[in-house]
């Protein structure tokens, strides 16, 4: 999957999780992306901020798609990162 089309999918994908109204309330940055295992599968870390300014880490999946299905990312798990100002 390429990164750009990841980066919205995560973005999608933590918005839903995180049950906010739109995509656009999240920002992903900070984003790792892991060498494909051998079906092509890649492990993603990456820091998402909402518009209100909760900070958290994330990880998920990015799977490759088959003759059958695109490519698709599995439901982010985040952790609230601890933000002092």
Same mark, same amino acid.
């Given at each position: 999957?390429?990164?750009?089309?990841? !980066?919205? +999918?995560?973005?999608?994908?933590?918005?839903?999780? =995180? @049950?906010?109204? #739109?995509?656009?309330?999240?920002? !992903?940055? +900070?984003?790792?992306?892991?060498?494909?295992?051998? =079906? @092509?599968?890649? #492990?993603?870390?990456?820091?998402?901020?909402?518009?209100?300014?909760?900070?958290?880490?994330?990880?998920?999946?990015?799977?490759?798609?088959?003759?059958?299905?695109?490519?698709?990312?599995?439901?982010?798990?985040?952790?609230?990162?601890?933000?002092?100002?």
């Amino acid at each position: 999957m390429d990164k750009n089309v990841a !980066i919205v +999918r995560l973005q999608g994908a933590t918005a839903n999780m =995180l @049950q906010l109204g #739109s995509s656009d309330e999240i920002t !992903i940055s +900070r984003v790792k992306v892991g060498e494909p295992d051998a =079906l @092509q599968n890649q #492990s993603v870390e990456y820091r998402a901020t909402t518009a209100r300014g909760r900070v958290l880490d994330c990880n998920a999946s990015l799977m490759a798609g088959t003759i059958l299905s695109e490519p698709s990312v599995t439901s982010p798990k985040c952790v609230p990162v601890n933000v002092h100002k």
